[in-house]
């Protein structure tokens, strides 16, 4: 079956091609660097390769590329030789990158070529680099298939395999051991991936916790906060879906008639803040759309986020945080979304019963009383309530969590080093 992948890749290549044209009009590539997905020799000249130890790190998106960020800094702090060429593949994880990197010389992005066999020799070839690495569950049969063929160290990093992908990719049996066994090591990100990892057939599986724990959120420097929401009893939905909103207006307007209370809204899409914002609007809300606090210029009910940003201030002032993609029912069996960055700010989490992508997270977050299942709108009024009662935030575990992550941060780096 790789065979033909590889013969299928050749075939449409064409068809790639005019698919990221029709994206860049869409402004869903970046304007000048999507070329760097055809692996355009001036773009890959742009790199300063002598002399360096070059380790190739691919994630897919924002949440991989922030998982990854303490890793490579603790890859080279301390060794200079060292250039780690980071690969992905939207425009926002670029993005992201610049946020997270601009300070360090030794990192460098590049969107990841097509999984395209010559477009992937070519690259190996100028690039070539001592270990490769791939993040989460990112598989790309030619790429795997080249730097295996070249016998370059290949890494499945945080690898995440649910019951439900297990399931896809035993259906094509062959084909998934295959690609499994061209990993020469897998740390898995948890134990139900540790399992399902041995089951496709990777040979050595390991599970040390999941890198999203490793890395340390910090307040943006010098950032200000409006006195009003000193005065506020304040809490905040973050990554929230279609369905969810309203349920957290419903929420605000029961609390509201106890309390003098802000309502901060971070839908995980923010394409749909103008929804939101007219939903608000609809249940006679006052409503600002923002993305700095230094702007608020009048005593909202609802304060709709409105860009991906630094969340984090977003956390320091509340309490309480609900984590979306997990109420409805529609989400059953697919649901969840990562709830460590507002944990580590020792906030109090709450979230629906599907949260099935983040399950042994969640698990271990509970059992540490920092999150707790709410079931519907009744549980999330009763619990703020509570939490609105208290006369100060109290730190839900932020000091465990962080010796936690460094403790997973240091197994991590160790292996990859001595690998």
């Known amino acids: 079956m790789i065979f033909f992948y590889k013969i299928f890749t050749n075939i449409f290549f064409p068809i ?72 992905s593949i939207t425009l926002s994880s670029s993005q ?71 399931k896809r990719w035993k259906m094509i049996g062959s084909f998934s051991k295959k690609i499994f066994s061209f990993f020469d090591l897998c740390l898995a990100s948890s134990n139900e991936s540790l399992e399902n990892l041995k089951d496709l057939g990777s040979k050595n599986v390991k599970f040390f916790g999941n890198i999203k724990f490793c890395v340390n959120f910090a307040l943006p420097k010098n950032q200000k906060y409006p006195d009003i929401l000193k005065n506020r009893k304040v809490w905040c939905a973050a990554s929230t879906h279609s369905g969810e909103e309203i349920i957290c207006i419903k929420t605000h307007l029961e609390l509201k008639k106890k309390y003098e209370l802000i309502t901060i809204i971070i839908p995980r899409h923010i394409n749909r803040v103008q929804e939101l914002f007219s939903l608000s609007k609809d249940h006679n809300l006052k409503v600002q759309l923002t993305n700095n606090f230094d702007k608020i210029n009048e005593i909202p009910d609802i304060i709709i986020i409105n860009s991906f940003g ?24 697919f649901g969840g979304q990562n709830p460590i960055e507002p944990a580590k700010f020792g906030c109090k989490i709450y979230h629906g019963p599907h949260v099935s992508n983040f399950k042994e997270i969640y698990k271990y977050l509970e059992n540490m009383n920092i999150a707790f299942e709410i079931k519907n709108e009744k549980d999330l009024i009763k619990n703020l309530d509570h939490d609105f009662s208290s006369e100060k935030k109290i730190e839900f575990g932020a000091k465990e969590l962080n010796e936690y992550g460094n403790k997973i941060l240091d197994k991590t780096i160790n292996e990859i080093q001595n690998f």
């Not at 997905?37 to 998106?61: C, P």
């Not at 070839?125 to 063929?149: A, C, G, M, Q």
């Not at 969340?311 to 984590?323: D, L, M, N, R």
């Open 310 to 333: 630094d969340i984090a201030k977003y956390f320091h002032y509340c309490k309480s945080v609900f984590i979306g993609k997990s109420l409805p029912e529609k989400f059953s069996g």
């Open 16 to 87: 790639f091609i005019l698919v990221i044209f029709f994206r860049k009009f869409l402004n869903k590539e970046h304007k000048k660097r999507y070329k760097e997905k055809f692996v355009i020799s001036g773009q890959l000249g742009r790199f300063k390769l002598e002399n360096k130890k070059i380790i190739w790190i691919h994630t897919a998106s924002i949440g991989e590329m922030n998982s990854i960020t303490p890793i490579v800094n603790k890859l080279t702090e301390n060794n200079k030789e060292i250039f780690i060429l980071i690969t």
């Open 96 to 166: 992201i990158f610049e946020k997270n990197f601009r300070d360090n010389k030794n990192v460098y992005h590049h969107f990841l070529p097509l999984d395209v066999s010559f477009l992937i020799e070519k690259f190996l070839n100028y690039l070539k680099p001592e270990k490769v690495i791939f993040v989460d569950s990112e598989i790309w049969p030619n790429t795997l298939r080249i730097i295996k063929s070249k016998k370059i160290p290949l890494i499945l990093l945080n690898a995440r395999i649910s019951n439900k992908t297990l």
